[in-house]
Nanobody
């Protein structure tokens, strides 16, 4: 059974930091690209950051470049999002995503999300 379980969300003041974690099980973790998405109230879900299966390549939304860092530990089957210099605009539910494509087969899994609220 595939599971992605996020943790680490919460309430933080502007300028503060949080580290999100996503623990994976039920699939070959190292083969999957992992990403963090977020969805704020009334807005569409957006890609925040992604990382390849081997961890060598990362990409970020322009809005978080220089503030957020995505990383992974394939031995622990986990992916992380270090978020620094948080602003109220970062308030959203953050979702972990696992993605693998082989020819015409696509495997796309989501976690349940973790709430991040940036407020004073």
């Amino acid at each position: 059974q595939v599971q992605l379980v996020e943790s680490g969300g919460g309430l933080v003041q502007p300028g503060g930091s949080l580290r999100l974690s996503c623990a994976a099980s039920g699939f070959t973790f190292s083969a999957y690209a992992m990403s963090w998405y977020r969805q704020a109230p009334g807005k569409e879900r957006e890609l925040v950051a992604g990382i390849t299966g081997d961890g060598r390549i990362t990409n970020y939304a322009d809005s978080v470049k220089g503030r957020f860092t995505i990383s992974r530990d394939n031995a622990k089957k986990s992916v992380y999002l270090q978020m620094n210099s948080l602003t109220p605009d970062d308030t959203a539910v953050y979702y972990c995503n696992a993605y693998y494509r082989l020819l015409r087969s696509v495997f796309d899994y989501w976690g349940q999300g973790t709430q991040v609220t940036v407020s004073s």
